[in-house]
């Protein structure tokens, strides 16, 4: 059974920094394929950054050199380091996790489990 569990949303005015938190459970977690992905209301689903077992990183424009994503295997933990937030990025975020390993991709059709979302509303 696997679970993502996502936490660290919250509200904040424009130019502050939040970190949002993922623990994977459920997967043969080696590092595994995981991404950042955020749909604001009436939006699509979009890829804000990936990350693959060696830790390549992959960002949307939009957020490069403001956002970071890492994680930590020994706690089965995904991060998101979101600094200078703007009002754009206010959105749900969700963690995801792919079945199959490869290159870092913002895809969201390449991620087979999701959590459950956490809030992010900048003012």
């Known amino acids: 059974h696997v679970q993502l569990v996502e936490s660290g949303g919250g509200s904040v005015q424009a130019g502050g920094n939040l970190r949002l938190s993922c623990v994977v459970s459920?997967?043969?977690?080696?590092?595994?394929?995981l991404g950042w992905f955020r749909q604001a209301p009436g939006k699509k689903r979009m890829g804000v950054a990936g990350?693959?077992?060696?830790?390549?990183?992959i960002y949307a424009d939009s957020v490069k050199g403001r956002f970071t994503i890492s994680k930590d295997n020994a706690k089965n933990t995904l991060y998101l380091q979101m600094n200078s937030l703007e009002p754009e990025d206010t959105a749900m975020y969700y963690c995801?996790?792919?079945?199959?390993?490869?290159?870092?991709?913002?895809?969201?059709?390449?991620?087979?489990?999701w959590g459950q979302g956490t809030q992010v509303t900048v003012s």
């Open positions: 995801a996790a792919r079945a199959l390993c490869g290159l870092p991709t913002l895809n969201v059709y390449a991620y087979n489990y």
């Open positions: 459920g997967l043969p977690y080696d590092g595994g394929c």
């Open positions: 990350i693959d077992r060696d830790g390549r990183t």
